[in-house]
């Protein structure tokens, strides 16, 4: 069946450090993709999305671009800070209802 | 704030006592959907309930079963419980069906069954 699977936690950098999050996925067809983030005692909230190959998503500073030919999903970022610090979650939807999640992982950044 | 509200933020309870978990979406959704996320299993997908009829269904246990009402609300019942029910369960909502990507989620609920 399809399936996300993620690099384990946690991750843990300095301030204004490169950020990297892998993700790959398993699926049968072309999936939307998407990073979810989980700020402490918060629900989640979308980060990012690509819909089709080659796609990039972005927003607040982060990447990720869809890559058919590897079926990774790689979430990037320059320069991380403090506030960057929550659980990342890769997930996958063919445009159902039903999105299939990664395990998490959890980013600390230090100042 | 997502606009999603979800009641209580945590519960403590009794094995095979019976629970319920409101979830109240954003104005204007009419799609609500249920997710457990636990340490062993992850964030799991339950249920999704739009316009009031059930829609999709996921890996929800036959213990558990949820509702849509009227004014939108749902409601998510678990019962017998567990101490692997334990989990966070998360409600979101998004304006329609197939587009569960744009929905909201919920702080949760903390569910420890002791």
């Known amino acids: 069946g399809d399936s996300v699977t993620q690099m384990e936690g946690p991750v843990t950098l300095s301030e204004e450090a490169f950020l990297t999050i892998n993700c790959t996925y398993t699926?049968?067809?072309?999936?939307?993709l998407f990073w979810y983030v989980q700020y402490p005692g918060e629900g989640l909230q979308l980060l990012l999305k690509?819909?089709?190959?080659?796609d990039k998503g972005s927003n607040k500073g982060f990447e990720a671009t869809y890559r058919k030919e590897t079926t990774s999903f790689h979430l990037e970022k320059g320069s991380v800070q403090v506030s960057d610090s929550a659980v990342y979650f890769c997930?996958?939807?063919?445009?159902?209802?039903?999105?299939?999640f990664g395990t998490g992982t959890r980013l600390q950044v230090f100042p | 704030d997502s606009g999603v509200t979800q009641t209580p933020k945590h519960l403590i309870t009794a094995t095979g006592q019976r629970v319920t978990l409101r979830c109240s979406p954003r104005s204007g959704d009419l799609s609500v959907y249920w997710y457990q996320q636990s340490l062993d299993q992850g964030l799991q997908f339950l249920i999704q309930?739009?316009?009031?009829?059930?829609?999709a269904k996921g890996n929800i246990l036959e213990r558990f079963s949820a509702q849509q009402f009227p004014d939108l609300h749902s409601e998510l019942n678990l019962s017998s419980l567990e101490l692997g029910d334990s989990a966070l369960y998360f409600c979101?909502?998004?304006?329609?069906?197939?587009?569960?990507?744009?929905?909201?989620f919920g702080q949760g609920t903390r569910l420890t069954v002791v």
């Open positions: 699926a049968t067809g072309y999936p939307s």
């Open positions: 979101a909502s998004s304006v329609g069906f197939g587009r569960v990507a744009e929905a909201f």
């Open positions: 690509a819909t089709k190959a080659d």
């Open positions: 309930y739009y316009n009031g009829e059930e829609r």
């Open positions: 997930a996958l939807t063919y445009d159902t209802d039903k999105l299939i």
